[in-house]
């Protein structure tokens, strides 16, 4: 029988061929979509504090130095915990790996309704900051090893689900804390976000198909990549947009009420409203620049933009004008900076273990040094009696940040 007698042979194939395609396309779909719902996880717990400052401290009998370390002992939990990363990814895998950190956080951020005492909401602070540190150092191997192709693009859509995890909980958290009548349960009730994250991550187990875990016990076995100095330059850019970040969650809401005269609920909102126009920034940035390797350009332009934006708010706090001015700067320049310094590691790596190894080295670090700039701010602001001190040294170390952008040419990524 010849092929065009056998139908089977003629149409068989392209129909497998297209079922092959649509399957792949669906399974691809769902890694991204679970991946986006896990990254939604990584900034509520931190995020939710920042409107509710004011009252946190009322009824703890907190000074702003000791309100900063709601924020601060997470992100420096997530600077001492990254290594942990490593050897949980050695024993389950990227994908269990990544579950063990979303678990981590759900169960933090859900003790924090057991009561108000200090000791209890710094502990569960960190422990949130250790679950996030496994969980975010693990996601640049995960695009690595399954969206090599288009790295910018996908950490762009992760990042965006930073952002708008942040965005939510910034937003809904003061509205919550008077609808529960407790700022404790408020602040617990993001763990939900935790168990649709798990349970999105694992039926995408076979889609994300990261079951082959050997790439992370070469990254564990070699340990950071101290001598490099292209992970010292990725570590130092990451250190700062972290600080910033982390800075901007803490003590933007706190500005706006302090000096700004705003209530807790309008600067929640105002606060939602700039990580909203991030969340936007942080997907079309990326994609407007493409997969290119040289992204100095980006990073430049972004981060000016970023300092432009924090000299606004230290300048006129009380101006609806400047306000909105600085939130759409700092929106639209660490909106777009935030995913373009995350896709270094990617960048910066020749394989899924290496993105691990310099992410590793970045994130404990960066977050260690992180966890010192909204302690500052808190001390400045105690100090001083207001923010504008404090945000005018935000918007000069953003600037400085060029430096080690501009030395990370093409030629550093090769070495």
Known sequence: MTDTENPSRTTGTPVDRASATSADRAALGLAAVALFVAAVNLRPAIAAVSPLVDTIRADLGLSATGASLLTTIPTLAMGLCAPLAAVVARRRGL???????????????????????????????????AGIAITQT????????????????????????LGLGGAVAAGATAPLADAFGSWPVALGSWAVLAVAGIAL??????????GDASGVRRFTTVGLPWRSSTAWLVTAVSAGNSALYYCELAWIAPLLTNDGGRTESSAGVLLTVMISIQVVAMIAVPALLGERRDQRAGLAVTTVLTAAGFLGFAIAPDSTAVVWLSIALIGIGHGGLFPLVLTLPVTAARDAA???????????????????????????????GNFELAFVLLAVVTAVL??????????????
């Not at 290496?354 to 970045?362: F, P, T, V, Y």
């Not at 992180?370 to 100090?383: E, F, I, K, W, Y």
């Not at 060029?402 to 070495?415: N, R, W, Y």
Request: aromatic letters at 8%; hydrophobic letters at 50%; proline letters at 4%.
């Open 201 to 210: 991550w694992s039926v995408a187990k076979n889609s994300l198909n990261l």
């Open 402 to 415: 060029v430096v080690p952008i501009l030395a990370l040419s093409p030629h550093k990524l090769e070495e």
């Open 138 to 161: 693990l996601l640049p191997a995960v695009v690595k090893s399954r969206f090599s192709a288009r790295p910018g693009l996908v950490t762009g859509l992760y990042t965006a689900g």
């Open 354 to 384: 290496e993105a691990g190894r310099i992410s590793g080295m970045a994130f404990f670090v960066g977050y260690g040094c992180a966890a010192a700039g909204p302690l500052l701010v808190g001390l400045l602001r105690d100090a001083t």
């Open 95 to 129: 994908h269990g790996g990544v579950t063990i950190g979303l678990l981590i956080v759900g169960i933090g951020t859900l003790a924090r309704v057991l009561g108000s005492a200090t000791w209890l909401q710094l502990l569960c602070a960190f422990a949130v900051g």
